[in-house]
Structure formats: structure tokens, C-alpha cells
């Protein structure tokens, strides 16, 4: 008769390894589409004209994160064409991942956190600065990335710029356009408007900026930047928690115009954009856009969301996502709004994962607790 360690010893054998990923959705510097942790590799879907017909290409590298944080977000470093990946490794959390995309190679810098939390931390990547700026219990931090598209030997500081007007409580929305913050849904914003940092005075405006048109709410969502063929952004897209459309916020003329909300109405959801076209990646690693036209409301209004169908060649979601109570997770787990990391060029926003609560990371290998018996009662069967 077997002992209960040999049982156990059984049990384990059958269990393959199991990693959750937190994926993440980004474009290059020639606005290639890129997804980043989906089944455990990184994909090229080229540009928005191959998006629907064919497969993705596979671009996973050496030295890539295995993209397991609980808030892991991509952004675009437009003049250098690297993406920047922050939180892509929960052993590493402090490390900020390089991807070349000229290059197609990784490499990891290391930074000081100087008691920056993580854990609250959301941000924006300046587009013509390239500097971090983000919120972590109401307190602006900067990194300052320089010209980098590959890691240097000298760590780097994240700093304490200074304390934020909006409170503790205040669950961050962030957008960038025209080197200015915008914090979406701050106490005592009305809807339509939106509260400002100035980056390069590094100051908050004591008044919020409204805008007209279409009224976005005074709520949290999501938030990334259109680039421009200027390289000037000076429109983000804002996605609130309700879905009720996709708000495009345009800073030179203060206006707001609105598209189609996406069809996968996930909280958990990230965001990334090109000059043309709006993307998706939910949490079932389904990735899906919606093309834009800047100033043209007529072709806008009629544009509709579609899956982006050489990715779902490549990795379909089914396979590319899972769930497990302790996986990873997008959201909050403490009820406070669900979170998001938006990819691309510019923003981050939402509350923050935490580390131990349920979720929605994808995983690269599953396997059911049936399965599992039916191994272990297998050998047992063999022995007896």
C-alpha cells in the first residue's frame, strides 16, 4: 500500500509546469502591430493593411521577459523604436525590459525604485522627452530613459517629483498629448473635462480643461495616444469602465468626437494605437481594432470593430488566455475599479493589479484536476 507522500509525489509528476502571463499589445516605430506574452511567445502582425488574412509572424527572442507581473504594460518609444516594458517580470519588478525592434533583440535595465510602490503605480511615456511619469499613492515619480533602445550598465532612479492636488483615493486615469498629463475623473472634474500636468513647466493646472462636443464621464477607463504623421500626438483615445463609446479627445482644438465602444466589453482590456486605427487585446487574448480617420466624423462614425485575424490565426484565444484563481490579475482584487495597462506609445491607466488576486492571466500550459487523477489512478493501476 502507497504512503500519502508517495501519493502526493504522483500527483505532483502529473502537473505540468504552469506559467501565467500578463500580455501586453504595443506598435514599432514603422507601426507594425505587436503582441507581447500571448501563449507564451511575441507577435508581428505587420501593418494595418495585413491585419485581416494570414498568420502573424513569431518574433519571440532570447532575453524577453516571461511577461508575469501582476500590471505589466508596453510603451512605444516612437524615435528610437524600442519598446519599453515595465513589470514584465514579477522576480524582477524594478527591471525595465528593452525590446529593439529593429534589432529584434531584448535587453533588461535595471533601475532604483527609491520606495516607489509598484503596486499603485500608473503611467504615460512622454512621447518627445522619452520620460516616464506616473502616479503611485498620489505621489508624481519620473525615469528619465534618455536615447535608449538597448539597456545600460548603470542603474536608473525613478524620483519623487512631487505630491498630486487629487488625493489618495483618486484611482488614476492617465493620457498624454502635447507633453501634457491628463488625469480623467478626478474629484470634483465634471464630465467633460479633464485635469492637466504641464511636463515641461513639470506643474499641475489649477483649473481643468473642458472640452466640447461629445461629453466623455467623469469616471475611470482607459486611455492611449494616436500618433500623428507630425510625430506631434495631440489626440488620445479615452475608454471608460461603462463602454458607453470611445472618446477621442483632440488638445489643439479642445473638442471630443466619439467611435464605436468595443465589442469585448473587458474592463481588464488593453489599449494600444497607431496614427490609423484603435487596438484591442482583451483578456482572453483576443485582439481586435477599429479604424480612424483624424478629423473625418462621417467616415468615424460608420467604422466598426473587427478582429485583427493574423494574430487569431497564429494564437486563437481559447489558447492564448486561461483563468486561475491565483493567476495574475488585471484588475483589482479589493473591488476598487478594474485596471489597465495601456500599451503603445503613451498610457497607462487604472488601478493597479494586485499580485495575489484572482484573474484573467493568460497561461501557457493547462491542465484539469481530471486529468490529473486519471494519471495518477493510472500509475496506481500499473503497480497494483
Not at 40 to 57: I, Y
Not at 283 to 310: L, R
Not at 352 to 368: E, F, R
Request: proline share 4%.
Amino acid at each position: 500500500m502507497f504512503a500519502i507522500p508517495t501519493l502526493v509525489s504522483l500527483f505532483l509528476l502529473a502537473v505540468p509546469h504552469v506559467v501565467y502571463a500578463d500580455p501586453c499589445v504595443a506598435f514599432d516605430a514603422n507601426f507594425n502591430l505587436l503582441t507581447f506574452g500571448l501563449n507564451g511567445k511575441d507577435w508581428n502582425a505587420g501593418t494595418q493593411d495585413s491585419w485581416t488574412s494570414g498568420s502573424a509572424t513569431d518574433i519571440t527572442a532570447s532575453g524577453r521577459p516571461p511577461f508575469d507581473g501582476a500590471n505589466t504594460t508596453c510603451y512605444l518609444a516612437q524615435f528610437f523604436n524600442a519598446v519599453y516594458v515595465l513589470n514584465g517580470d514579477k522576480s524582477n519588478p524594478s527591471n525595465v525590459h528593452i525590446y529593439d525592434a529593429a534589432a529584434k533583440s531584448w535587453t533588461t535595465q535595471k533601475t532604483n525604485l527609491n520606495n516607489l510602490d509598484l503596486s499603485t503605480f500608473v503611467t504615460i511615456l512622454d512621447h518627445d522627452t522619452n520620460v516616464f511619469y506616473g502616479l503611485s499613492q498620489n505621489n508624481l515619480w519620473f525615469l528619465n530613459m534618455g536615447e535608449q533602445k538597448a539597456a545600460s550598465s548603470s542603474a536608473l532612479d525613478w524620483t519623487n517629483a512631487e505630491t498630486s492636488p487629487y488625493g489618495a483615493d483618486y484611482q488614476p486615469t492617465m493620457a498624454l498629448a502635447q507633453n501634457h498629463v491628463h488625469f480623467i475623473g478626478t474629484p470634483g472634474t465634471p464630465a467633460g473635462s479633464a485635469q492637466i500636468f504641464v511636463i515641461h513647466f513639470s506643474f499641475f493646472q489649477p483649473q481643468a480643461q473642458a472640452y466640447s462636443g461629445a461629453t466623455f464621464p467623469a469616471s475611470h477607463g482607459q486611455a492611449t495616444s494616436f500618433f500623428q504623421d507630425s510625430g506631434v500626438q495631440q489626440e488620445f483615445a479615452f475608454i471608460p469602465d461603462d463602454f458607453s463609446d470611445v472618446y477621442v479627445i483632440n488638445v489643439e482644438t479642445n473638442t471630443t468626437a466619439t467611435l464605436a465602444a468595443p465589442s469585448s466589453k473587458d474592463t481588464k482590456a488593453r489599449y494600444a494605437a497607431s496614427i490609423t486605427a484603435l487596438v484591442q487585446l482583451d483578456s482572453s487574448g483576443a485582439v481586435s481594432f477599429i479604424p480612424y480617420k483624424q478629423g473625418d466624423a462621417s467616415t468615424n462614425s460608420a467604422a466598426k470593430w473587427a478582429s485583427v485575424a493574423n494574430i487569431a490565426a497564429a494564437v486563437p484565444a481559447s489558447s492564448a488566455s486561461g483563468s486561475s484563481a491565483t493567476g495574475t490579475s488585471h484588475g483589482s482584487s479589493t473591488g476598487a475599479p478594474a485596471g489597465t495597462r495601456v500599451s503603445g506609445t503613451s498610457t497607462a491607466t487604472g488601478s493597479s493589479a494586485s499580485s495575489t488576486g484572482s484573474g484573467n492571466g493568460a497561461m501557457s500550459t493547462a491542465a484539469s484536476f481530471g486529468t490529473i487523477a486519471a494519471a495518477v489512478l493510472s500509475v496506481l493501476a500499473s503497480l497494483s
